[in-house]
């Protein structure tokens, strides 16, 4: 899969512009991405308190493995509510 050419066929439905990338600048742009993305996640892992004692190697090491997830909140006046 990797270091393999592709092959593809589009078909345009309308009159198009067609836009490519080389091998080489895409591969610098998802190195250069996956780096900012990396020390981001270090930054604040750095951050964390039960982490103090991890060397920079596991920090760096998490930093790669570590995936954001956002999960929408609901909350109810009703759960903060007691009524005696």
Do not use: H
């Not at 490519?20 to 990396?38: G, T």
Request: proline share 4%; charged share 20%; aromatic share 8%.
């Amino acid at each position: 899969m990797y270091n393999a050419p592709r092959a593809a066929t589009c078909r345009a439905q309308t009159k198009s512009t067609l836009w490519s990338l080389d091998r080489v600048s895409f591969k610098v742009i998802v190195v250069a991405a996956a780096m900012i993305k990396r020390e981001l996640y270090q930054g604040f892992l750095e951050k964390v308190p039960i982490l103090e004692t991890c060397n920079p190697g596991e920090i760096q090491t998490l930093g790669t493995c570590i995936c954001m997830m956002i999960f929408k909140l609901e909350i109810s006046l009703e759960s903060y509510i007691s009524t005696e």
